[in-house]
């Protein structure tokens, strides 16, 4: 998984989204919490091995 941390671009094993991932500690199998920065959309749980790092945000523009 990323570090350091930030915002990436995933295939969250259903389609692909911009959103931030935190390890959940001592899980197993390992597994990670995808959290979006928009607050109606809730967060949610995929095993490590769902996951596919497309790449990093480093940009953002949004109205107004």
Same mark, same amino acid.
Not at 9 to 19: P, Q, R, Y
């Given at each position: $998984? *990323? /570090? *350091? *941390? =930030? !915002?990436?671009? !995933?295939? @969250? =094993? $259903? =389609?692909?989204?911009a959103k931030r991932i935190e390890h959940? *500690?001592?899980? &197993?199998?390992?597994?990670? /919490?995808? +959290?979006?920065?928009?607050? &109606?959309? @809730? #967060?949610?749980?995929?095993? /490590? &091995? &769902?996951?596919?790092?497309? =790449?990093?945000?480093?940009? /953002? #523009?949004? +109205?107004?």
């Amino acid at each position: $998984m *990323p /570090v *350091p *941390p =930030g !915002i990436f671009v !995933i295939w @969250d =094993g $259903m =389609g692909l989204v911009a959103k931030r991932i935190e390890h959940v *500690p001592h899980s &197993e199998p390992p597994r990670v /919490v995808l +959290k979006s920065l928009n607050p &109606e959309y @809730d #967060s949610y749980e995929r095993s /490590v &091995e &769902e996951v596919r790092v497309v =790449g990093r945000a480093v940009w /953002v #523009s949004r +109205k107004l």
